[in-house]
C-alpha cells in the first residue's frame, strides 16, 4: 500500500524496533524531565519548590562542579593551539604552565601529531605504547601495544566488542544485576540475549560463582549460545571491589565454559574499601602458575576510561581497551570495525596517555597533580561518608558502607500504598519515589529498576559527586514527608 507523499516516512511504528526496545534509565524519562527544570530556572519562569537542579542520576563528575586537573588541561591547551609555543616565556611566567607541561605537549605534537587529523583506526601507536607499559606498571606482566584499542570511553570499545561477539538472537552474554544498562541496552539492539545473574546484596554486592553457574545452565537448557561475561570492578551501580578469589572462580568458570570475559574496570582508581585487582593481572598468574597452557585460550578484554576516577574528563570522550589471548584473525576483524568509524576523536586519546603517565615525583608539575587528585579522591570518600550516614537515618532505608566507584544502591522499602500510587501511574514503585523526589527538590536519581534488581527489592542509585550537604538534607526531609503521607 503506497503512503501519503504529506507524510513521514519514519515513524514509531516502524523504525529499527530493537532500538524501541532498549532501555537507558541513567537518561531517561527522569533525567529529561530534570534538564526541563533546569532549562526552566535558567530562564527564571518557574515556581519551582527549588532553585536547583542536582543530576546525581550520571557520575559526570565537571557537571558538578569537579575540577580538571591542571597539568592535563595545561598540555592539551597546547595541543589545541600550537601557537602556545611560539611565547613558551609567557606560558611560565605568566601564566603558570610547567616546563613539564611544554616538554609533554612537544612529545604529542611529534609523535602524534596534530589532534585536528585522524589517528590510526585504533589509536596513536606512541599512546598505546605508554598504556601498554602502564598496564605492566600495574599488573606485572608484560603488555603488547598491538593490543591495545583506544576508544570514544569505554562505551564505545564496549559496543565493538559486542558486535564482534553477538552473531544472532541466540548469541548470550551473563551479565550482572544490577548492571550500567548500557549493556542490556546494546545486547537489546543488537538483538542478543542478555542472561542475567544476580548479585549477593547480603555480601556487599558480591559475585557468586555459584548463581553465575545456575543463570549460565538455565540459559543454556533453553537453547542459548551464552558466549561472553561481563564483569563491572568495581561495580556501577554499587562500587564492590571483587577480591582475587572470586576473580579466580570467575576466570575458571570462562575456561571451563569458553566464555570472552569483559573486565569493565573503569573505576578501578575510586576504591574506598578493599583494593583494586585487574582480571589481567590475575589471568596472568594463573598462566604462570599453569605452564601447560590450561589458561592460554581464556580471551580477556579489559576496558578503562578518562571519565571516572579522579580525571572525570567525560566530555572528551577517552577509553580503551586490552585485548588477551584472542585469535589473530578475530583481532583483524575487530580493527575493521573500528576502522568504520575511522578513530577515537584524538584529543581523548591525548588523555588517556596523561591519565596513564601523570607526572612523576620530582618533575615540576607532580606536586601540584598530586594535591589535586588526593583533594578529588578525599572529597568523594568524605561526601559518599556524609551521604550514607544521612541514608543511615531514613526510616526503611538500608545501604551498605561507600565501597568506590562514584555511586551509593541503597534499598527502599516503601508502604503499599506508594506501590499502589505508582501502579495508577504506570510506573513502578522505585520509579514513582524518584520522580516525586525530582519534583520536591529538584534532585534527580536513578531507580533501582534501570539497573535491574531482584525481584520483590526497591532500590535507588545515587552519585556522591555534587558539592556540599543541602541536597543530601533535602532527600532526608522528603523521605520523611514521602514516608508519612504513604504509610
Request: hydrophobic share 40%; glycine share 8%.
Amino acid at each position: 500500500m503506497s503512503s501519503s507523499p504529506n507524510t513521514r516516512r519514519l515513524n514509531i511504528d516502524n523504525i529499527n524496533p530493537h532500538v524501541r526496545a532498549a532501555k537507558y534509565a541513567v537518561r531517561g524519562e527522569l533525567a529529561v524531565k530534570s534538564e526541563e527544570f533546569r532549562a526552566s530556572l535558567l530562564r527564571g519562569t518557574s515556581d519551582l519548590p527549588f532553585n536547583q537542579v542536582i543530576s546525581a542520576n550520571i557520575g559526570n563528575p565537571q557537571q558538578l562542579d569537579q575540577k580538571p586537573i591542571t597539568f592535563f588541561r595545561q598540555v592539551l591547551s597546547i595541543l589545541e593551539n600550537p601557537l602556545l609555543l611560539e611565547k613558551e616565556d609567557v606560558l611560565v611566567n605568566h601564566l603558570g604552565y610547567k616546563t613539564d607541561v611544554i616538554e609533554r605537549a612537544k612529545w604529542f605534537l611529534k609523535h602524534v601529531g596534530s589532534v585536528g587529523a585522524y589517528s590510526a583506526s585504533n589509536g596513536a601507536p606512541a599512546i598505546r605504547q605508554h598504556i601498554a607499559d602502564f598496564l605492566e606498571r600495574r599488573d606485572g606482566f608484560p603488555a603488547n601495544w598491538q593490543d591495545i584499542y583506544l576508544s570514544a570511553g569505554a562505551s564505545s570499545g564496549v559496543n565493538t566488542l559486542l558486535h564482534i561477539i553477538c552473531a544472532d538472537e541466540k548469541s548470550g552474554v551473563l551479565v550482572p544485576i544490577p548492571q550500567y544498562p548500557l549493556y542490556t541496552a546494546s545486547l537489546s539492539i543488537l538483538n542478543a540475549t542478555c542472561v542475567p545473574y544476580l548479585l549477593d546484596e547480603s555480601k556487599n554486592w558480591g559475585t557468586d560463582i555459584n548463581t553465575i553457574k545456575e543463570s549460565y545452565q538455565k540459559a543454556k537448557e533453553a537453547g542459548v549460545d551464552t558466549r561472553a561475561i561481563v564483569i563491572i570492578n568495581p561495580g556501577n551501580p554499587t562500587g564492590a571491589s571483587l577480591p582475587e578469589e572470586d576473580i579466580r572462580a570467575v576466570l575458571e568458570f570462562a575456561r571451563q565454559e569458553r566464555l570472552v570475559v569483559l573486565a569493565d574496570e573503569v573505576y578501578q582508581t575510586n576504591v574506598f574499601i578493599g583494593e583494586f585487582i585487574s582480571f589481567k593481572r590475575v589471568l596472568r598468574q594463573l598462566q604462570k602458575e599453569n605452564p601447560d597452557g590450561k589458561y592460554d585460550c581464556v580471551e580477556l578484554a579489559s576496558l578503562h576510561s578518562v571519565s571516572k576516577g579522579m580525571v572525570g574528563e567525560c566530555g572528551h570522550r577517552g577509553g580503551y581497551f586490552e585485548l588477551v589471548n584472542f585469535d589473530p584473525e578475530v583481532q583483524a576483524e575487530i580493527y575493521k570495525f573500528v576502522s568504520i568509524m575511522l578513530c577515537a576523536p584524538v584529543i581523548g586519546q591525548c588523555l588517556v596517555e596523561l591519565m596513564v603517565n601523570p607526572p612523576k615525583a620530582g618533575e615540576p608539575s607532580y606536586e601540584l597533580y598530586q594535591k589535586e587528585y588526593r583533594g578529588i579522591y578525599e572529597g568523594m570518600k568524605e561526601r559518599a561518608t556524609a551521604l550514607h550516614k544521612a541514608f543511615e537515618q531514613m526510616e526503611g532505608v538500608e545501604c551498605g558502607a561507600p565501597q568506590g566507584a562514584m555511586y551509593l544502591f541503597p534499598t527502599i522499602n516503601l508502604p503499599p500504598k506508594a506501590a499502589e500510587a505508582a501502579a495508577k501511574e504506570g510506573r513502578t514503585a522505585d520509579e514513582f519515589y524518584c520522580m516525586k523526589l525530582l519534583e520536591a527538590t529538584g534532585v534527580c536519581l536513578v531507580p533501582g529498576s534501570g539497573f535491574g534488581q531482584k525481584e520483590g527489592s526497591l532500590h535507588f542509585r545515587t552519585t556522591f559527586l555534587a558539592p556540599g550537604t543541602e541536597w543530601v538534607g533535602s532527600i532526608v526531609k522528603f523521605h520523611k514527608e514521602f514516608m508519612d503521607q504513604y504509610r
